[in-house]
């Protein structure tokens, strides 16, 4: 679903990612884990393709397609999804207004009919109810005033109405309690798993994994993926820490 080879991307010119291979198959949702600095959120940002990241070298297939070649809304239209470590504040803008409008968006780009308001006001109230958000939280503005784990919430709740092939979620359990946690972790699991979706789940936490249980789970260390394997290696991470998995890679 998504393949990536030797990937170098530099952010203002220094070097961040460093010749990094990955595939993520279909059906399959996959950690990625690592030491700060390491690369995690250049790689989400390079995928997503926020500007001010420049790819050097190497390649991304997303289902069949040159990503590189798509700008960033082609990407979103082609079902890829990005979820922000920090998710940012849009006033003027309610939620409803914001997700109607890039839900008809992507719906235009891939030749379907827009959803009437009705339509939409149906499908955002069943997504909301995955994540126990009121809907009046989602005539609020865009994150405007919101807890970390309320704008957290309210992503999965647009991961959910936009229903992406392709999830790359940065860091979603960051901010949240113990309670958020599991509603996000279990909105992601309601939303994302599936035969013919995937899931990079970028974290730091064995936390959240244990509420969405990864299939793979692999570690990102200066630019590079250096480890893979099993939902027993993050247990590994949090029992014994970076440096002495590190040290076991080295040798």
């Known amino acids: 679903m998504l393949k990536i080879e030797?990937?170098?991307a530099n952010v203002a010119d220094k070097p961040i990612l460093k010749g990094l291979d990955l595939e993520v198959a279909a059906g399959e949702v996959h950690a990625i884990m690592g030491p700060n600095g390491a690369g995690k959120s250049t790689l989400a940002n390079v995928l997503g393709g926020k500007?001010?990241?420049?790819?050097?070298?190497?390649?991304?297939?997303?289902?069949?397609?040159?990503?590189?070649?798509?700008?960033?809304?082609?990407?979103?239209?082609?079902?890829l999804f990005l979820?922000?470590?920090?998710?940012?504040?849009?006033?003027?803008?309610?939620?409803?207004?914001?997700?109607?409008?890039?839900?008809n968006s992507q719906r235009k780009q891939r030749g379907q009919e827009p959803l009437s308001g009705g339509e939409f006001l149906k499908l955002a109230k069943e997504k909301a109810g995955l994540l126990k958000m009121?809907?009046?939280m989602l005539k609020r503005q865009v994150n405007v005033g919101f807890s970390g784990g309320e704008k957290k919430r309210a992503e999965m709740v647009q991961m959910g109405i936009l229903e992406p092939r392709f999830a790359v979620l940065d860091e979603t359990d960051s901010g949240l309690d113990?309670?958020?946690?599991?509603?996000?972790?279990?909105?992601?699991?309601?939303?994302?798993?599936?035969a013919d979706k995937g899931v990079l789940l970028i974290t730091h936490y064995q936390r959240l994994l244990d509420v969405v249980k990864p299939d793979r789970v692999s570690i990102l260390?200066?630019?590079?993926?250096?480890?893979?394997?099993?939902?027993?290696?993050?247990?590994?991470?949090?029992?014994?820490?970076?440096?002495?998995?590190?040290?076991?890679?080295?040798?």
């Not at 006033?91 to 409008?101: D, T």
């Not at 958020?180 to 798993?193: H, S």
Request: aromatic share 6%; net charge negative; charged share 20%.
């Open 6 to 8: 030797n990937l170098h």
């Open 51 to 79: 500007p001010g990241y420049d790819v050097s070298a190497g390649s991304a297939q997303f289902m069949g397609q040159d990503l590189f070649e798509l700008d960033p809304h082609e990407r979103a239209a082609a079902g």
């Open 83 to 103: 979820g922000f470590q920090y998710p940012v504040e849009i006033p003027g803008v309610s939620n409803v207004q914001f997700l109607r409008e890039a839900l």
């Open 134 to 136: 009121d809907m009046e």
């Open 178 to 194: 113990i309670d958020a946690l599991r509603i996000v972790g279990e909105g992601i699991n309601a939303i994302m798993r599936g």
């Open 221 to 251: 260390a200066d630019g590079r993926i250096v480890q893979t394997g099993g939902p027993e290696l993050a247990l590994r991470l949090e029992a014994e820490g970076y440096d002495a998995v590190m040290a076991e890679v080295a040798a």
